[in-house]
């Protein structure tokens, strides 16, 4: 009976560390349940700090996957290779523990060792020593894993002030275009604005131009499910934004701005050698 609410009380925790660890609702709930099912055969009465016990239970697991994804030369998680059911799935969990989907992006980039360190030290507050038992390593590198993944994920610094007026330009136009705001959207744009598209991110027979600023803002209602899962970001060191559903990278916007609005931008399907990074001026 004290093993049982020991991990009901856990579990919630649990599932939202193996979540931004393995990106994905799915694995993160196999990895919880296989904990369970370890905890199961354990020795109990000899576990001195249960949520320890889970917590490096459940994140030596979720190194395992990511190590296993490595070997399989797979891809990061990109949303054009999830199913529409776990996307969903994954999108709704995000939004319900408010995860931020550019983290998730950008948690991509880490190899399974950083990312480990990363998470289970700056955003859940786990000490080095717990950590490098999960890691198998000393608690110095462990240090050092969290360290590295800090400047692999490009945290905020000092940018140009032009940089900084472009994000809130992206940022203004992705809330107008996620209200349906056409005026705003169209005050956001030159008059001769130009948006371009991959042909393999619209349905066919869609224009891969248009032009005109009330002519694109007209078009936006037709990806308002897109731009719910959009997040600004520098993408390939300018003013852009990642459309993430659930988290998993599937587009890139990139803007051309001058004179305070928006001239042209170009809507291209992501690439696993695409830089970005976030603002440091929004959230």
Not at 79 to 99: G, K
Request: include cysteine; glycine fraction near 6%; aromatic fraction near 6%.
């Amino acid at each position: 009976m004290e093993l049982i609410e020991d991990f009901q009380a856990a579990r919630p925790r649990l599932l939202s560390l193996a979540h931004r660890i393995l990106g994905s609702l799915h694995d993160a709930e196999d990895a919880v349940q296989t904990t369970w099912l370890r905890a199961r055969t354990a020795d109990w009465a000899a576990v001195d700090n249960p949520e320890g016990w889970f917590t490096t239970v459940t994140a030596r697991l979720c190194l395992d996957q990511l190590r296993a994804r490595d070997r399989r030369g797979e891809l990061p998680l990109l949303a054009e290779s999830i199913p529409d059911v776990a996307l969903a799935a994954d999108e709704e969990f995000l939004r319900r523990e408010d995860v931020s989907r550019a983290l998730l992006v950008l948690l991509g980039r880490l190899t399974p060792a950083q990312r480990v360190a990363y998470v289970l030290h700056d955003l859940f507050a786990v000490p080095f020593d717990q950590i490098a038992t999960v890691l198998d390593t000393a608690p110095a590198n462990a240090k050092k894993l969290a360290s590295r993944a800090r400047l692999r994920l490009g945290e905020p610094g000092a940018e140009p002030r032009e940089t900084a007026g472009h994000a809130r330009i992206v940022d203004a136009f992705l809330a107008a275009a996620r209200g349906g705001d056409i005026d705003r959207l169209v005050a956001l744009m030159a008059p001769g604005v130009v948006r371009t598209v991959d042909p393999r991110l619209v349905r066919e027979g869609a224009a891969t131009e248009v032009r005109g600023a009330r002519q694109v803002a007209e078009e936006t209602r037709y990806f308002a499910d897109r731009i719910h899962a959009s997040v600004p970001m520098l993408v390939n060191g300018g003013p852009g934004a990642v459309i993430a559903p659930g988290g998993h990278p599937l587009a890139c916007l990139r803007f051309e701005i001058a004179d305070g609005r928006i001239t042209r931008f170009e809507i291209t399907r992501f690439r696993p050698d695409d830089s970005v990074r976030r603002f440091s001026d929004l959230p």
